[in-house]
């Protein structure tokens, strides 16, 4: 099991940025890959973007490529989500997860965190 914590959302004028964190416990960190995804009232879930097990490769949305970005310490077991520029469609709960897989499919991640809220004011 993996247990996750999501935090660092907030309220924030358009243009302005975020930092999303999430801290796992339980199974060795490094184990998996890390993804984000967002979910905005009456909307399905999205991808965000992804990151393999020890960070070398990287995976954004189209939305998101060239403002957010998402990294990883795995000394610290922890994963985090840059936003910059954001945008009022930027709005949404956002989730951390993990899974074997570096994927963008919402399916094959294993474990999610509760999620924090981003509103984007315009």
């Known amino acids: 099991q993996v247990q996750l914590v999501d935090s660092g959302g907030g309220l924030v004028q358009a243009g302005g940025s975020l930092r999303l964190s999430c801290a796992a416990s339980?199974?060795?960190?490094?184990?998996?890959?890390m993804g984000w995804f967002r979910q905005a009232p009456e909307k399905e879930r999205e991808f965000v973007a992804a990151?393999?097990?020890?960070?070398?490769?990287?995976y954004y949305a189209d939305s998101v490529k060239g403002r957010f970005t998402i990294s990883r310490d795995n000394a610290k077991n922890t994963v985090s989500l840059q936003m910059n520029s954001l945008k009022p469609e930027d709005t949404a709960v956002y989730y951390c997860?993990?899974?074997?897989?570096?994927?963008?499919?919402?399916?094959?991640?294993?474990?999610w965190g509760q999620g924090t809220q981003v509103t984007v004011s315009s």
């Open positions: 339980g199974r060795t960190f490094s184990n998996y890959a």
């Open positions: 997860a993990a899974g074997y897989q570096f994927t963008k499919v919402s399916g094959s991640y294993d474990y």
């Open positions: 990151i393999t097990r020890f960070g070398g490769s990287t």
